[in-house]
């Protein structure tokens, strides 16, 4: 049987411990990575302070880390930050195996994209891009790379693993075959989640009297970087149109943005809103468990979105803008949340009051049981099957 080798740029929180679980399925699975940049921690460009994740991030899957001969080596330089040769010569020493490349916009995976196919391993690319951020783009980079793609590229990749329906778009706009696309969705560490949240139940309003918030106040939370394409001045704004005492607003993240966002909580004297600063893995939990609605109203750049999955463990309804990658996966609109236009304050203050104070949604189809279908058990199976087919 073949092993499944994952190329990933650097050890990604919501990835590792997929591996592991693939390994305790009886999947032999490892990983190979370009850098260890998120291992050793350092300075996140993004959340503005330096991160180091503590869950564990190289437990219960073999890895290998390549030296890195990039003049500006990092994963956040670009395409020419990762050039590991020595991946591409492994590529040529180990056993036929499933290899699965996490995009081609590093020189190394673009280099394993093209060479793996002719050293007999079965290829496989999972790409996050949705359908719906490609089709703004223009100009003749645009055709140059629609062509890359459609005569250079994929011919040489066996499948292509879609991470939700837009990105199953993506693929289908280059007329790829139905049996070469499989469903390998993005998902996160559900069963920790459920269980924090059980044990997190009984110390609820606890943890709001904690953070100065009324036993019967409703919290609307934001979890993510305080960036532009996230777009958390929207949520701002809406809330201060919203103004109802009885709601507050937790913005879990960090970011070049938190300048901003200070001088219009003053400028507008908003008073219950919590810009907690970087949470890490081990305590965002506890305000999941607190909150009573998850906001994400990102734009162009957010392909998908994965704290969304990690509130929905916690049975939270939702509000998504249209542009969040993964809207059209998980939510129902009007069931278990509502979709709104990006960039449409006023259309995301009429949902906040909808979910927070009119209680508007029907909930045949709850959080909990759709993310179910968004799970480290899907991708393991259907990962199987390939490994059967190759």
Known sequence: MKDVIFVNSHPIQYFAPMYKYMNEQGVTTKAWYSSNESVKGGFDKEFGVDVKWDIPLLEGYEY???????WKPSHSSGFFGLINLGMVRELFRIKKSVIIVHGWHYCTHLLILLLGKMRGHTVCLRNDMPQSHELPKKGWQQVIKRIGLRYILFPRVNYFLYIGSQNRLFYKSYDLADPRLVFCPYAV????????????????????????????????????????????MDLLNAFARLND?????????????????????SQQQLKQVILTGFINQSNVADYYAIADVLVMCSSYGENWGLSVNEAMNFNLPLILSDLTGCADDLVKDGDNGYIFSTGNVDELTLK???????NKLTWNTP???????????NVTENISQLIVEA
């Open 64 to 70: 290998r880390f390549f030296k890195n001969y990039s």
């Open 352 to 358: 906040l009051r909808q979910i927070l104070l009119d």
């Open 245 to 265: 005492q009885r709601c507050w607003l937790i913005m879990l993240g960090e970011g070049e943005l938190r300048n901003e966002m200070e001088a219009l909580i």
């Open 367 to 377: 959080s909990e049981l759709i993310i179910s279908n968004y799970s480290y058990s």
């Open 189 to 232: 560490d559900n069963c920790r989640f459920k269980n924090e949240f059980r044990q997190l139940k009984p110390v609820i309003t606890t943890i709001k009297q904690n953070l100065g918030i009324g036993e019967e106040d409703k919290v609307i939370l934001y979890s993510g970087k305080y960036m532009d394409k996230k777009r958390p």
